[in-house]
């Protein structure tokens, strides 16, 4: 098995949005990256985005970590937004997890 193997994508959607949708300031240098944009993820003890961590793929194709957020069940909503130099960076990855259905995974292309 690889690591690859459990992540899953915008194909693996369902009822509930999980995808880490990844938006972009280009002007601002501010990346910010939701679960539940377009329809709220469950926040409960329960079921919840436990954290977002957000990947930069430099332009000479090293991977950097850029940041992670976690979130308190309940208190808080999985939201962060991220101050990043987008002039370094070809791309950007962001992982969500929910304690329910697993990792999920968006990336966009910034050129």
């Known amino acids: 098995m690889e690591f690859a193997d459990i992540l ?11 995808l880490p949708v990844i938006d972009v300031d280009k002007e601002q240098g501010i990346v910010h990256v939701v679960v539940g944009k377009e329809k709220p993820h469950p926040n409960t003890m329960e079921h919840r985005i436990s954290w977002i961590e957000v990947f930069g793929v430099k332009n000479d194709g090293r991977i ?8 308190a069940a309940a208190y808080t909503s999985p939201d962060a937004h991220f101050k990043v130099p987008l ?3 070809k791309a950007l990855c962001a992982l969500s997890y929910c304690n329910v259905h697993g990792l999920w995974q ?3 292309e910034l050129v």
């Open 106 to 108: 968006n990336c966009i």
């Open 64 to 71: 950097v970590c850029i940041g992670r957020g976690a979130f």
């Open 87 to 89: 002039k370094e960076f």
């Open 8 to 18: 899953k994508g915008a194909e693996s959607e369902g009822k509930e949005n999980h």
